[in-house]
């Protein structure tokens, strides 16, 4: 409870329900996060409050749900987010409140002990949305597919998202995710990793029908005090 970074807790959400980008503008959580992790079974609740309501500010919050279950080499993975959009006080009658709320569930297999890379997974699955302005009332419910794929040897990687279905609004999700065909390839280098420090450099494609649009990002990490090692999703 109370502020704590996203590093190592949310960082690893699909990027069509909360784009990479709030890792630099909003790097924090500010709110309560439950964590219950076995071997096989990873469960995660969390609620970020983003503003409080005053005379010309909304009232924002945002509530997230991920999870993982394995068996065997398979695994299946769920997502959720749920963003609320409240009104300010003395709100006029154009200004309606907002309910935004998208879902991913995918099933998987992890290929990585029968490759001779550290890392090899693919997986499939749906992306559904929900999204309502109450002073209009109906409920708009794009659907579409997801898949991907990810592999890694010593310190590179490759990360591969297909989507193809709807035009998709989520309100803090990549905008690209309002195509209705996109594909998104990353390819990465970790030159290292410890308890204390992380550095990553990146290159990543965006693929929509007719544009092709790229993105690099460097990562310096000190971690201050920590005891315990950094995630391994940070890489994706």
Do not use: C
Request: net charge positive.
């Amino acid at each position: 409870m109370g502020v704590f970074p996203r590093v190592g807790l949310v960082d690893n959400f699909s990027k069509a329900l909360l784009s990479d980008t709030l890792q630099y503008y909003r790097p924090n959580l500010s709110g309560m996060l439950f964590r219950y992790e076995k071997q096989k079974i990873f469960q995660q609740l969390w609620i970020d409050w983003n503003s409080k309501q005053s005379e010309t500010q909304r009232e924002q919050f945002l509530v997230g749900l991920s999870g993982n279950i394995k068996f065997g080499d398979f695994f299946f993975g769920h997502e959720a987010v749920l963003w609320h959009n409240a009104l300010p006080k003395n709100a006029d009658e154009n200004t309606h409140l907002q309910d935004n709320a998208a879902v991913t569930a995918r099933l998987g297999m992890d290929l990585s002990p029968k490759v001779k890379l550290d890392s090899l997974t693919i997986s499939g699955g749906g992306l559904f949305s929900f999204d309502r302005d109450r002073g209009i009332g109906t409920w708009q419910k794009p659907k579409g597919v997801l898949l991907e794929g990810y592999a890694a040897y010593k310190a590179f990687y490759i990360y591969n998202v297909l989507y193809f279905g709807d035009s998709q609004k989520i309100a803090l999700g990549d905008s690209f995710y309002s195509e209705e065909q996109y594909n998104r390839l990353d390819i990465g280098w970790a030159p290292f990793r410890n308890r204390r420090l992380s550095a990553k450099l990146a290159m990543s494609f965006h693929f929509t029908p007719g544009a092709v649009s790229n993105q690099q990002t460097l990562y310096l990490r000190y971690n201050i005090g920590a005891e315990h090692k950094l995630r391994a999703s940070w890489i994706k």
